[in-house]
């Protein structure tokens, strides 16, 4: 079966930095995009950061340019997220993304809270 598993959330105080990190199973990694999304309360859930499969091209969400880096590693199959300079607006669950075509899976998040 497919398993995407965040890990490495938790609470900083604003300003601080947190690295997560989705581990993939289950699926030939290598095949498939990855993407990090977040939900916070009362707010839709919204695109943050995408790696190709090969890992050469990323993007990011205007709000979370320059403050976080998308990488991958196609030997560990793992994908990582450093947030650094944490805003409160960036509290949320956050969730890893692996599609191709009409294959979409998706993890069961990890908490990001922001706060002094």
């Known amino acids: 079966q497919v398993q995407l598993v965040e890990s490495g959330g938790g609470l900083v105080q604003p300003g601080g930095s947190l690295r997560l990190s989705c581990a993939a199973s289950g699926i030939t990694f290598t095949n498939f995009h990855m993407s990090w999304y977040r939900h916070a309360p009362g707010k839709e859930r919204e695109f943050v950061s995408y790696?190709?499969?090969?890992?050469?091209?990323?993007s990011y969400s205007e709000s979370v340019k320059g403050r976080f880096i998308i990488t991958r590693d196609n030997v560990q199959n793992t994908v990582d997220l450093q947030m650094n300079s944490l805003k409160p607006d960036d509290a949320a669950v956050y969730y890893c993304?692996?599609?191709?075509?009409?294959?979409?899976?998706w993890g069961q998040g990890t908490q990001v809270s922001v706060s002094s």
């Open positions: 993304n692996a599609a191709r075509n009409v294959q979409n899976y």
């Open positions: 790696i190709s499969a090969g890992g050469g091209s990323t």
